[in-house]
């Protein structure tokens, strides 16, 4: 099992504050047992703490991805250390359904928001020493702020979906005929 792959844990959980769409997805016990879904084979006991606990966490994660996108490297490694020191993994072999043995990271024991706090961090870290903190960003097609996994070869992205990428193109198709149409307008 490649570890790299729950840092894409951490890009769900931030991306459940959907800014340009003025919406948010965790605000209430539902939505955590949604988040987690993929992470807790049984579902865990979910209050609203839970609740509480993952939103803050989704702040503390949205600042190692702006932190990492505008360059400073030492804060956002601090805010990710801490989040490891603060959420640890509980790692264990499991070999459940006749699966081959592999590694989950937060036992069934472990709360809710805890456990699923724990795989994000320890997979954002796993990605970041294996391909890069350069590799974290955050979309630039305004309003949308949604946070991504550059794993293009050139490192090269700059939007969270291709709808972003449209709408960037758009918008910057919009501005050069608006500057166009200025500048005709001037010399008439
Ligand atoms: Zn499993
Ligand atoms: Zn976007």
Not at 49 to 58: C, G
């Amino acid at each position: 099992m490649d570890l790299t792959s729950y840092a894409e844990h951490a890009v769900h959980l931030v991306n459940t504050e959907q800014q340009a769409r003025g919406a948010d997805l965790l605000r209430s016990p539902e939505d955590v047992l949604a988040l987690i879904a993929p992470v807790r084979r049984i579902p865990p006991r979910v209050t609203d703490a839970d609740v509480t606990r993952l939103r803050s966490v989704r702040t503390r994660l949205r600042a190692v991805f702006t932190d990492a996108a505008a360059g400073r490297e030492a804060d956002a490694v601090a805010t990710l250390n801490g989040l490891l020191a603060e959420f640890p993994v509980h790692p264990r072999l499991t070999g459940h359904d006749a699966s081959p043995w592999h590694l989950h990271l937060a036992g069934d024991a472990v709360g809710a928001a805890e456990g699923f706090a724990a795989i994000a961090g320890m997979g954002l870290a796993v990605q970041v020493t294996a391909h890069g903190i350069d590799r974290l960003g955050v979309c630039q097609a305004s309003p949308c702020r949604n946070v991504f996994l550059d794993m293009s070869a050139n490192r090269s992205r700059r939007h969270c979906s291709d709808r972003c990428t449209s709408r960037a193109n758009v918008a910057l198709h919009r501005a050069r005929r608006r500057a166009r149409d200025s500048e005709t307008g001037r010399h008439t």
